[in-house]
C-alpha cells in the first residue's frame, strides 16, 4: 500500500507541471532519488509516465490520459457543458470554466478559452480553493453557515492576495451577497488584476453539482459591466443545468 501511494503521489505531482527532472520529483515528494526512480521506471513501463531522456524531464503518459478520459466520458456534464460553454465564451468574450467540488477543493474539468490575448488558464484536472475561486464560492453559498464554518476549518483560509477572504466571517457575509444576488465573484482574491463570475449547475435533485464561470482580467471586467456579464453566466448555468435533467431549488 506504501508503493502505491507514493506511486499516486509521484503521478499527482507531475501532473501539476510541464515536465519535471529526477532531483526535482525526489525534492517535492521528500523520497530517495532511487525510490523516486525506482516508482518511476515502473510507472513507465505500464505507459503512466514518459521520460524524455534528451531533456531529462519525467511527465504524464498516454496511459494516465486515457484514465483520466474515463471519468470525463463518465461525466455528463462535461460533454453536454461544451457547446453551451463555447457559446458563453463567444457573448461573453472571456474564459468559460466548468468545475467541479471535490474533498474540500474546486477541480476544473472543463475550459474554453477565450480568443483575447490576456486570458485565464486553468488546466483540466487542477485543484484551486474553493474560498478565493468564483464557482468555489458560488458552490459553497448553496451550503448552510455552520457547514462552511466546518469545511474552512479543516482546510483553512490561505491568503493569496489583498483581497482574499482570510475569516470565516467575511466570508460567510460574503456568502450572503452571493445567494442574494443569484451569483458569485471573485474579485482579485485569487489572482490580482483578474476577476471571476460563478455559478452553480444542479442535478435532479436540486443539489449544486458544480459551477461555471467566466474568468478574465478586471480591464475587461470592470463594476459596471458585472451584471451584464453575471446574466450570461445564469443563462449558462440554467442551461447545463437542464440540459443535465437537473432543477433550480
Not at 36 to 53: C, I, P, W
Not at 107 to 135: C, W, Y
Not at 150 to 175: C, F, I, N, Q, S
Request: one cysteine or more.
Amino acid at each position: 500500500m506504501q508503493t502505491l501511494d507514493r506511486a499516486l503521489k509521484l503521478l499527482k505531482l507531475l501532473a501539476e507541471f510541464d515536465g519535471l527532472t529526477l532531483s526535482e520529483v525526489a525534492q517535492r515528494t521528500e523520497l530517495a532519488p532511487a525510490t523516486a526512480y525506482r516508482l518511476l521506471t515502473t510507472m513507465e513501463d505500464h505507459g503512466f509516465v514518459m521520460n524524455n531522456e534528451a531533456e531529462g524531464l519525467w511527465r504524464v503518459g498516454v496511459e494516465a490520459f486515457r484514465a483520466g478520459s474515463a471519468f470525463a466520458r463518465g461525466t455528463k456534464i462535461v460533454d453536454v457543458g461544451r457547446p453551451v460553454m463555447h457559446a458563453l465564451m463567444e457573448r461573453s468574450g472571456e474564459t468559460a470554466n466548468l468545475a467541479i467540488e471535490e474533498d474540500g477543493d474546486v477541480v476544473f474539468v472543463s475550459q474554453v478559452e477565450t480568443h483575447e490575448a490576456i486570458r485565464a488558464f486553468f488546466r483540466p484536472g487542477s485543484r484551486g480553493p474553493m474560498h478565493a475561486s468564483g464557482i468555489g464560492k458560488a458552490l459553497l453559498a448553496e451550503r448552510g453557515d455552520d457547514e462552511v464554518r466546518r469545511l474552512v476549518g479543516r482546510k483553512g483560509l490561505p491568503e493569496y492576495t489583498r483581497k482574499t477572504l482570510v475569516t470565516p466571517d467575511a466570508l460567510v457575509e460574503d456568502l450572503a451577497d452571493v445567494r442574494a444576488r443569484g451569483w458569485s465573484l471573485d474579485d482579485e482574491e485569487r489572482h490580482e488584476g483578474m476577476r471571476c463570475i460563478a455559478c452553480p449547475i444542479y442535478n435532479a435533485h436540486g443539489e449544486a453539482v458544480a459551477g461555471v464561470s467566466i474568468s478574465g482580467p478586471t480591464v475587461r471586467m470592470p463594476d459596471d459591466r458585472l451584471a451584464q456579464l453575471a446574466s450570461l453566466v445564469k443563462q449558462a448555468a440554467r442551461e447545463i443545468t437542464d440540459a443535465i435533467g437537473g432543477q433550480v431549488r
